[in-house]
């Protein structure tokens, strides 16, 4: 939400600077801002959850091949490249990438088009700012509804993604005032809404042991489409003289994304999420031993739980003199 919050008091002062310093001048300001990452990104540390200690195998991997590369087969563990054999990943990488490829013509070209039809830069810029503070109120609502559980986060995620692509295609319709702010407040919304969402249901693909090398992948493919969205419009406005084509463009980058969620396993399923968070666990800052109230096996060998996916089966196996049973739940995401 923060996203909406900056961009919200930032359009302003975008344009203040552009107009006391030139665009250098301000692109040198916003530069020094934005080394502040630097700082932020230096005090993160890791936090330790208690699922991560429960996954005992890792994905496969070429290291069994005597033939491999021992550097070949650490990158491949460690950013997790197995899933690029992981059909149902891949194909939602491919709808966010193309999400990426719309989403972002609007943030890029809206205030040029608001100023093309004969409206001041500060009008364009307080477009910019309200449509971010519907992007704030959309990503706020859509993580409540999706709290609910009572609708698929699949079904959720199709729902905003469509909505996003009408709401660019129906901007180049706008004339008036009124109407290019009505349409960029639904844009801001429905593209706020989306957001959240998108991380969300990552889990329910790969589950939560995998999702960090997920996560690293899917924004790094995913970046393609941002890259290349942008200048495409570009493009498509030298060529036609205006902006209609570019968020037409945009629109149908958006539409194409929601028909390839269809092809996710089990998207027209109409039956509720089959499972519940259970509370959460203990969790540290990754600089020493969680602390908890429960006490730590004494035995190293003591069978640990792991909760994986896939097809549902009972499992029996041995440890510390006993035998113990465990059933692996099919699409876990908790």
């Given at each position: 939400m923060g996203v909406g919050v900056a961009s919200f008091a930032f359009s302003p002062l975008f344009q203040f600077l552009v107009d006391h310093y030139a665009w250098r001048g301000a692109l040198l300001i916003l530069g020094?801002?934005?080394?502040?990452?630097?700082?932020?990104?230096?005090?993160?540390?890791?936090?330790?959850?208690?699922?991560?200690?429960?996954?005992?195998?890792?994905?496969?991997?070429?290291?069994?091949s005597s033939s491999s590369s021992p550097l070949l087969s650490r990158l491949w563990s460690l950013f997790d490249l197995s899933l690029l054999r992981h059909w149902p990943f891949l194909t939602y990488t491919a709808a966010i990438t193309l999400f990426n490829a719309g989403y972002f013509i609007p943030y890029v070209h809206l205030v040029a088009h608001i100023q093309r039809k004969g409206f001041s830069e500060y009008q364009a810029a307080l477009v910019m700012s309200l449509t971010a503070l519907t992007d704030l109120l959309g990503r706020g609502m859509s993580g409540w509804v999706s709290d609910l559980r009572r609708v698929r986060l699949p079904h959720i995620l199709a729902l905003w993604t469509g909505l996003t692509g009408l709401s660019m295609l129906v901007i180049p319709l706008g004339s008036s005032y009124p109407v290019l702010l009505a349409l960029g407040l639904v844009y801001g919304f429905c593209s706020g809404a989306m957001t959240p969402v998108v991380f969300s249901l990552l889990p329910d693909i790969v589950g939560v042991g995998r999702i960090?090398?997920?996560?690293?992948?899917?924004?790094?493919?995913?970046?393609?489409?941002?890259?290349?969205?942008?200048?495409?419009s570009g493009w498509l406005r030298d060529l036609t003289g205006d902006f209609t084509a570019s968020f037409l463009v945009a629109g149908a980058f958006l539409l194409a994304g929601t028909l390839v969620l269809f092809a996710l396993p089990r998207f027209f399923s109409c039956s509720g999420p089959q499972n519940q968070c259970p509370e959460p666990g203990p969790i540290t800052n990754g600089t020493g031993p969680s602390s908890s109230s429960q006490a730590?096996?004494?035995?190293?060998?003591?069978?640990?739980?792991?909760?994986?996916?896939?097809?549902?089966?009972?499992?029996?196996?041995?440890?510390?003199?006993?035998?113990?049973?465990?059933?692996?739940?099919?699409?876990?995401?908790?």
């Open positions: 020094g801002l934005s080394l502040n990452l630097l700082v932020c990104g230096a005090l993160l540390r890791p936090l330790r959850l208690q699922e991560d200690q429960s996954i005992t195998t890792s994905p496969q991997h070429p290291s069994s960090f090398g997920a996560l690293g992948l899917l924004q790094m493919i995913e970046s393609v489409g941002g890259l290349l969205g942008s200048p495409l730590e096996p004494q035995n190293s060998m003591e069978p640990q739980a792991a909760l994986v996916t896939g097809p549902s089966e009972t499992v029996t196996f041995s440890g510390s003199g006993q035998n113990h049973s465990a059933t692996r739940v099919e699409d876990a995401n908790c």
